[in-house]
Nanobody, 128 residues
Framework: QVQVVESGGGLVQTGGSLRVSCAAS????????MGWFRQAPGKEREFVSV????????NYADSVKGRFTISRDYAKNMVYLQMNSLKPEETAVYYC?????????????????????WGQGTQVTVSS
């Protein structure tokens, strides 16, 4: 089993920046990739970004490319999502997720069903 816990959410103004963090614990040696998703009020959860646990390959949703950066600290079992130029419509609960080894290419891990372990989420609110 792998446990993931998000932190770092909060309130930020439009155009501001925020970094959310995800701590992984348990069988971390079995993690293939870590992803970030978000769910805005009244909307479905959507993919934001993914990073390979060992090699660092990354992918982003088109809507965040150039503004968000995902990174990981392998020694600390941490994954981060740096979010810049935030918009009010990006107000959402941000979820971290991890998956077990997969034959699927890391950059293609964009669906909820690709992930096995989920955190409780952290609220990010962007005020206009």
């Amino acid at each position: 089993q792998v446990q993931v816990v998000e932190s770092g959410g909060g309130l930020v103004q439009t155009g501001g920046s925020l970094r959310v963090s995800c701590a992984a614990s348990g069988r971390t040696w079995n993690i293939y990739a870590m992803g970030w998703f978000r769910q805005a009020p009244g909307k479905e959860r959507e993919f934001v970004s993914v990073i390979g646990w060992n090699g660092g390959l990354t992918n982003y949703a088109d809507s965040v490319k150039g503004r968000f950066t995902i990174s990981r600290d392998y020694a600390k079992n941490m994954v981060y999502l740096q979010m810049n130029s935030l918009k009010p419509e990006e107000t959402a609960v941000y979820y971290c997720a991890a998956n077990r080894p997969s034959l699927k290419r890391i950059v293609l891990l964009t669906a909820e069903a690709d992930y096995d372990y989920w955190g409780q989420g952290t609220q990010v609110t962007v005020s206009s």
